[in-house]
């Protein structure tokens, strides 16, 4: 080799017919014609790497004529030099020649760790992914399966770092403790294939028997692969050990929920039903984790899946203590929608306002305190404590706690909202139990839900806090409810004694679900939503009490009607005379007949968002605001009870209850005229006059409030009825499908604020429907 070497220089340069251009190339013949596998500087390197190469070549050129290719020669001499300090049975492995296995010198090194990575052939052959390769090693080299490189990492590991899952199947053909042994970094190979996002990796590893209660620095696998949001994996680890999601890390005693980095990871385990207020070791939960990283789509999932907003944590802060030291606005929103008590001490006293108003940042604690402010937060320092907070079990009782004893004797008249408050979170006095049964009490209460798409999350605020006040289920304080489109949808909901806070959460998940793609929407997803929610055949009769009505609107006829969805049979004075007035029309079914989801969804086909239900359209388009055909019906129903002498089952109407979905600004409309155009510019303007016209007309027909609240109150007023018309105004137009959360947060505030405005008003009314 030295010689050609010599020979080479002398002639100054390469010969015609050398391989390689820039590459040093060891000397080989062929044809008479010299090629060079690679080049060297000196003599001395050339002198070292004669004897290496003389000592590793003759297992392969002795054992199989493939190695004498150029080629593959070419491959080998590559790996002798870049890895020097591989042994023959290491270089076979890359090289992927099988005949070399057969070699006794190959044979005899197939358990060598002496290299720079510790690592023996098998561990190379795992991380090829060749699975022919490893049959020999293990079959006829005898390679053992639990030698750990200078990481602490099994053949396993290595498998796990390739691409070919068979050689995993392979390996755990065979039993072997490295197929739960942890390296260095405490990472067993199933930590590592979540870690990396190998979902099939994972499966092979657990139906081969790896443990998932093994823990890491990550905890244990399926905190790992929350950890690097790694859904395939956690999915798949969750398919085959359900308890997983249970489980708790060694090192903080968390969840995988407190683990989860994005709002798509913490709905893996939320719609497995994980416990979304487990507490860690140190007393916090997932919501407390988000808010202090400052995940505002974690936080919005979490609160959505009924997540405690006012949960005390660490040191007794709640979320919202959390969320001052952090600049984001809209979680703060959001966590107080959510029921979050501006108001509630640390363990340390601290209220959120006391400490929004140390943040350094100006704008920042300006804001804050602002927020806090408009919804009636004290901002107040602290007292000072007598004794430390981890002296005493239990922190010392707020000035609003609601666990004070109640007074001795109270009446209604002289209830302040801070006392219905006081109550409504105590047990119930027995006035107020007493006054709720249905015989005990002498008037009627009617309930109306305008129709608004998804903006019905600012009727179920408005709800919330009337049953926060009063302390009763909204289906114990009205004897009729009536309700259009999303109106209807929540009317149903009170009917069958679904919570309201629930179906704040329901409206959030809900509107991910329907409002995909693009209008008309597909009606699948909703009818499945009302299916899953009110069941597949619920009848609307089923549930008796209370009476509650939905429109509908009956679009097989000119001119279009009116159609009531009962669960109670129907005054005989307008069970559709009108029908018979043409064979042709068909009535529709009786309440006893009436599948609930059905009613629901023809109360909610709103034209353009979703298809006609059968022929039933929205309710709303001619009655988005019910509050008069519900009187109408109940004057109708208590004529109909007069008549057949049942007058001593007639209550009057003693208060009314009118919620919108809140009321969008107005805005100037520049141009409403059409005509016939004469030139493009006059072209131009009829269109965009059309389009403004046709949105008016839509826009006052389905209008709930204006007239069509002056006129409820007006009757009201006329026959002596408690009339109460609640309704925020918005700051922006929000339509029917909006989907931002952001958005949504937003209308939910502005909902709060006008509660906080309007409280003389709500006092006045959860009054009222308290007395007997």
Request: some cysteine; hydrophobic content about 35%.
């Amino acid at each position: 080799m030295m010689e050609a070497r010599k020979k080479e220089k002398a002639k100054g340069g390469r010969k015609k017919g050398e391989r390689g251009k820039g590459r040093g190339k060891l000397f080989r013949y062929k044809e008479a014609q010299p090629e060079r596998l690679f080049q060297l500087q000196s003599e001395a390197e050339a002198l070292v790497s004669f004897q290496q190469f003389s000592s590793q070549l003759p297992p392969f050129y002795e054992s199989s004529a493939r190695v004498l290719d150029a080629e593959v020669l070419q491959h080998l001499s590559d790996l002798i030099r870049n890895h020097p300090s591989w042994s023959v049975a290491h270089l076979a492995v890359e090289l992927g020649i099988r005949d070399c296995f057969y070699h006794s010198r190959v044979i005899s090194c197939a358990n060598s760790t002496e290299n720079e990575e510790g690592c023996t052939p098998l561990h190379l052959a795992c991380r090829r992914g060749d699975g022919e390769i490893l049959a020999e090693l293990v079959q006829y080299c005898h390679a053992q399966m639990d030698v750990t490189d200078s990481k602490g990492e099994t053949a396993f590991h290595y498998a796990v770092q390739g691409d070919s899952s068979q050689v995993l199947q392979l390996l755990g053909k065979n039993a072997s403790s490295g197929l739960n042994q942890a390296n260095h970094q405490g990472l067993t190979p199933l930590h590592l294939a979540c870690q990396l996002g190998k979902e099939e990796m994972v499966r092979v590893l657990l139906l081969c028997g790896a443990r998932c209660s093994v823990g890491g620095p990550s905890g244990y696998p399926i905190h790992t692969a929350m950890k690097f949001s790694r859904k395939g994996c956690a999915e798949m680890i969750l398919s085959m050990d359900s308890n997983q999601i249970h489980s708790k890390d060694p090192r903080y005693g968390a969840s995988p929920l407190h683990w989860a980095k994005n709002a798509e990871m913490a709905r893996v385990l939320l719609k497995r039903a994980c416990d979304v207020d487990s507490t860690s070791a140190s007393g916090n939960t997932a919501l407390h984790v988000a808010v202090m990283r400052n995940r505002f789509d974690c936080v919005m999932v979490l609160l959505t899946h009924g997540a405690s907003a006012d949960v005390h944590g660490e040191h007794g802060n709640t979320p919202l203590h959390l969320a001052m030291l952090k600049d984001n606005v809209e979680m703060v929103k959001a966590l107080i929608v959510f029921g979050a008590e501006v108001d509630t001490p640390n363990d340390f006293g601290e209220t959120p306002a006391f400490i929004a108003s140390k943040i350094s940042k100006l704008v920042t604690r300006r804001a804050f305190l602002t927020l806090l402010r408009t919804v009636g937060a004290s901002c107040s320092q602290p007292p000072i404590q007598e004794a430390p907070a981890e002296h005493s079990s239990v922190a010392s009782p707020h000035p609003c706690s609601l666990e004070t004893a109640q007074p001795p004797t109270i009446s209604l008249s002289s209830l302040e909202l801070q006392d219905l408050v006081h109550i409504s979170r105590a047990r119930k006095p027995p006035f107020i139990l007493s006054s709720l049964r249905e015989e005990k009490r002498t008037h009627d209460h009617l309930l109306c839900l305008d129709g608004g798409g998804v903006k019905g999350l600012v009727i179920i605020q408005l709800l919330i806090a009337i049953e926060k006040a009063s302390g009763v289920a909204t289906k114990d304080l009205f004897d009729w409810v009536a309700g259009t489109s999303t109106g209807g949808i929540l009317a149903l909901a009170i009917l069958h004694s679904k919570s309201m806070a629930y179906m704040r959460s329901v409206y959030f998940r809900m509107k991910d679900e329907v409002f995909q793609g693009s209008r008309p929407y597909e009606s699948g997803p909703l009818e499945e939503f009302l299916k899953r929610e009110f069941g597949e055949h619920t009848k609307m009769t089923d549930v008796k009490k209370p009476k509650v009505m939905l429109t509908g609107t009956l679009s097989d006829r000119q001119p279009a009607e009116l159609h009531l969805f009962r669960n109670y049979e129907a005054p005989e004075a307008v069970r559709e005379p009108r029908f018979s007035q043409n064979i042709n029309l068909k009535p529709p079914a009786k309440p006893s007949e009436q599948l609930v989801w059905r009613a629901a969804r023809s109360s909610g086909a709103a034209p353009t968002y979703f298809r006609p239900n059968g022929r039933f359209l929205d309710g709303g388009l001619l009655a988005n605001n019910p509050t008069l055909d519900a009187m109408t019906e109940i004057h109708e129903y208590n004529q109909d009870l007069i008549r057949k002498g049942q007058g001593n089952k007639v209550k009057k109407l003693s208060i009314v209850v009118s919620l919108g979905t809140g009321r969008s600004p107005q805005v100037p409309v520049s141009c409403v005229d059409v005509f016939r155009p004469s030139n493009p510019w006059e072209l131009a303007k009829t269109v965009f006059g059309a389009k403004e016209l046709g949105k008016m007309v839509v826009d006052c027909c389905t209008d709930p409030d204006g007239r069509a609240v002056d006129r409820a109150r007006a009757w009201c007023e006329m026959v002596g009825i408690q009339y109460f018309r609640l309704n925020p105004q918005l700051g922006t137009d929000i339509m029917l499908d909006e989907v931002s959360d952001a958005v949504l947060v937003n209308a939910l505030w502005e909902t709060e604020v006008y509660i906080y405005e309007h409280r003389e008003q709500f006092q006045k009314l959860v009054q009222l429907l308290l007395s007997p």
